[in-house]
């Protein structure tokens, strides 16, 4: 009697996800990877060469990090991909247990090397550090990725300037969908014989500069070819502010709701906010490190603690310059409220002192506190 | 019955102590400090502005640290003793609750300071930081280090140069022995309320240049004044390794063995082995972590590593240079036989990279395994 009622339990299971497959308009609170679980939104400190500046992987996973970001072009230069081979990929090389994601480097390409051309079939550049020429081609980024044992692929794209004429917007997007095309193909062919659990996930990325109609044509395109998420690039790279809310809006709207949304290289505290309201799910920025390393201290005003969801504005935190005098003889910690190491236990004064006589330890004690406040904010932002 | 009993033992005790002494020459093992007991011999890592560079208390004390060395001179200046007023001592400040011994600045004085001028009164000089004139005596180098919360403060000395010629070595000597006598009068005027058990320890310091007469003058009217502790300074200022080891070994002599015998600024590895055997107690040298920061790591040579207490040679240990090339695909740890967290965690390949990248984590992981490297050779000669 009981394997008969287990067998219909069975077959109906069966027949609910022929005909209710999961729903698009069900916004995603989890992203799975091979290397565990993200929280959704989640924010990826950044380490570019294979470590965050001044910090272990320890320290990260006591912060809150779930995910971290780590960039195809600046490794494929140094160490370069034998090591990876030889040391058994990034994780292993750094000893971060978690996912990584990493970019695919067409946003270095396009801003760091010189004598770079650009044909259909790839981009030829020379590189910063021993003037060789490269050439990388969607397929090769791909191969590059999986090499260094990325959990999260990023397509290579062109990422055009701003500001950017129609015409150049239009006809970059076009190869930027065509790779789009070929990455995913490729991508196939190379991870076959992967088992579902242990295959990384293929995102593409939106380009179209400032234009909405490019925007919408790029997002649809993408979403034809499928991937396991979509990044929003091109944005914060010197447009208005309007500009550039516009463009996350829109995107957010279009792409599907159950696959995360990653707004590349993105961006303060208010703006991530903003763009978790519109639906976006992932970032990544700068802010926090590279401040913190200028004595930059993001302090979360009490007031607004614990009405962050509900913001509308951007008051809810400010910044203090640690290096600032007034802060010699302060006893008080960076934020009173605020639960991170720094905090726990070191003053004001003492920060200010690390700095003040170029103790490394005082980027370290920043970094640790103004990562936490990012970390913080977005488990706000998940609940 | 037995209170009769009690009687006769505590009497009985009472007159051992006042017939056997504690034995001039039996050798120290243990330091008692207000802060805590330090094993001997021992290493202090060297925290000059109040932080060991690139590292946290609570990694210093894992590393096995018992006892750590600021710097009374660089102190004074930055961040002041206003700061010290208001956060309550130099271990508030820091957060490091084991003992702290300061350096008295004497040996900065005379180093660092220029337009500097020595009176029997004391030492004028112009800031390095701001040009202003200072005027320091051996009372206020010992009201700055109570102000600083020192456990060990040491006295203000004249440091002399090498070469350096008998005449002024001699006018030199008697000036700090002056100084010293001053210094044991003010320190008791200044702690005569404080309780034992919380009372610093004063250290006298040795000089006299290269002239082993001198030197025996200055340990003789150093101990006639009576210290906590004595102190071997102005070696390791550039003469042949030969004088300083007839020096060390001379004042190793005549200095009691029942009380700590520090050697100020010293030393390699195969030195400080040397001078323990002579009855060196204490050391404190720059090596260990600014050469971590320039990529050089100290490595045990494993055949030696049990039988470093009966070494005669230099052998036990090599540096390498792990910036070399040949450690790009290094594979290993930088110790294969070494318990720190660099080498139970990371490949040369790694720190090599981050020490190319210029990762500011490259020169925390070699800190740690340099220290460590100190830390446990010290532990090893307490056996």
């Known amino acids: 009697m009981e394997i008969v009622w287990k067998l219909i339990t069975w077959k109906l ?3 609910k996800n022929m005909f209710f497959p999961k729903q698009k308009n069900v ?3 989890i992203l799975k990877t091979r290397r565990g679980n993200v929280r959704l939104p989640a924010f990826m400190p950044i380490a570019t060469r294979g470590a965050v500046k001044n910090l272990t992987p320890e320290e990260l996973k006591n912060l809150g990090a779930e995910i971290i970001l780590s960039n195809t072009y600046h490794l494929f230069q140094k160490p370069g991909l034998d090591v990876f081979k030889k040391i058994k990929g990034l994780h292993n090389f750094m000893k971060w247990s978690g996912p990584i994601l990493t ?3 067409g946003y270095q390409v396009f801003s760091l090397s010189h004598k770079r051309k650009i044909t259909e079939k790839g981009v030829k550049f020379s590189s910063e550090i021993d003037g060789k020429e490269i050439f990388l081609t969607p397929e ?7 090499a260094i044992g990325s959990d999260i692929i990023m397509v290579l794209d062109e990422c055009p300037p701003y500001p950017c004429s129609r015409k150049y917007a239009e006809k970059s997007l076009d190869l930027t969908l065509k790779w789009a095309e070929r990455s995913k193909k490729h991508f196939n062919l190379k991870t076959i014989h992967y088992k579902l659990k ?3 996930l293929l995102f593409g990325i939106v380009q179209g500069s400032t234009y909405p109609d490019l ?3 790029s997002a649809e395109k993408l979403i034809k070819i499928g991937f396991d998420g979509y990044a929003v690039g091109g944005v914060s790279v010197g447009e208005p502010r309007e500009e550039k809310i516009k463009i996350i809006k829109l995107c957010a709207q279009i792409l599907p709701k159950n696959k995360p949304i990653y707004v590349m290289g993105y961006g303060r505290p208010d703006e991530i906010v903003e763009a978790v309201k519109f639906g976006a799910d992932m970032f990544d920025c700068v ?3 590279r401040e913190a390393r200028h004595g930059r201290i993001y302090i979360l005003n009490e007031k607004r603690r614990l009405k962050i969801k509900n913001l509308n504005s951007k008051n809810f935190y400010k910044t203090l310059q640690i290096t600032n005098n007034k802060y010699r003889l302060d006893a008080k910690p960076l934020d009173k409220n605020c639960q991170c190491y720094t905090c726990q236990n070191y003053s004001r004064a003492y920060i200010h002192h690390l700095f003040k006589t170029k103790e490394p330890l005082g980027q370290r004690l920043a970094t640790i506190h103004n990562l936490h406040f990012y970390l913080y904010l977005i488990k706000q932002l998940q609940k």
């Open 27 to 29: 916004k995603l609170k």
């Open 13 to 15: 299971k069966i027949k």
């Open 103 to 105: 970019d695919s480097g």
């Open 215 to 217: 925007r919408k044509k």
């Open 198 to 200: 242990t295959k990384p």
């Open 140 to 146: 090769k980024v791909i191969d590059i990725q999986l």
């Open 287 to 289: 802010i926090p490190t």
